[in-house]
T-cell receptor, first 118, second 114 residues
Framework: AQKITQTQPGMFVQEKEAVTLDCTYD???????LFWYKQPSSGEMIFLIY??????QNATEGRYSLNFQKARKSANLVISASQLGDSAMYFC???????????????FGQGTTLQVKP | DTGVSQDPRHKITKRGQNVTFRCDPI?????LYWYRQTLGQGPEFLTY????????KSRLLSDRFSAERPKGSFSTLEIQRTEQGDSAMYLC????????????FGPGTRLTVL
């Protein structure tokens, strides 16, 4: 069964420093997509970055990069040069691309709360 | 493009009452999802529409829950005979079936059942 595990309930980082948020996943499907979303206190889920299982290079989107290690089934999010506005809940999610139903539904982890200190 | 919208943003109701939530997806998106998120947890999938067809329902969706997407545009989620355990944030997302099929989320409806 699909599963996403985020083992860090909370993280602190100093402003302007880099931080890594951990995510491991489990799936038997060879084709899948991995997503990271940010959820500020306002509640809206904001898409950050996507990695496909067949992508050869790690995804990058501005200050966000995804450290994808397929053999270890990990997809850690790296935020460089942290800003106060990065304080939020971060969710890792997975979608199987060729599952039995192929609905595109996302399976989310428990989330990591990130606090950026000035 | 106005993004995904949801109405109402907050709903407080008494146990046993019925409630209905509305989601308006991004206009050209053919896929629409409903998720439920309780405090401190990640969102959990409830149901999925491709155009007007409801193609999957989670076992989390008891028979008190019903969702519709008439004409493949907006969607409604109704909860009958609400229970305190239904208190949660209800999130709607939409996507276009192409490429990475990225889901765009609405602001959510926070339901409190007293």
């Amino acid at each position: 069964a699909q599963k996403i595990t985020q083992t860090q309930p909370g993280m602190f980082v100093q402003e302007k420093e880099a931080v890594t948020l951990d995510c491991t996943y489990d799936t038997s499907d060879p084709s899948y997509g991995l997503f990271w979303y940010k959820q500020p206190s306002s509640g809206e889920m904001i898409f950050l970055i996507y990695q496909g299982s067949y992508d050869q290079q790690n995804a990058t989107e501005g200050r966000y990069s995804l450290n994808f290690q397929k053999a270890r089934k990990s997809a850690n999010l790296v935020i460089s040069a942290s800003q106060l506005g990065d304080s939020a809940m971060y969710f890792c999610a997975m979608r199987e691309l060729h599952g039995s139903s192929n609905t595109g539904k996302l399976i989310f982890g428990q989330g990591t709360t990130l606090q950026v200190k000035p | 493009d106005t993004g995904v919208s949801q109405d109402p943003r907050h709903k407080i109701t008494k146990r046993g009452q019925n409630v209905t939530f509305r989601c308006d997806p991004i206009s050209e998106h053919n896929r629409l999802y409903w998720y439920r998120q309780t405090l401190g947890q990640g969102p959990e999938f409830l149901t999925y529409f491709q155009n007007e067809a409801q193609l999957e329902k989670s076992r989390l969706l008891s028979d008190r829950f019903s969702a519709e997407r008439p004409k493949g545009s907006f969607s409604t989620l109704e909860i009958q005979r609400t229970e305190q355990g239904d208190s949660a944030m209800y999130l709607c997302a939409s996507s276009l079936t192409s490429g990475r099929d990225e889901q765009f989320f609405g602001p959510g409806t926070r339901l409190t059942v007293l």
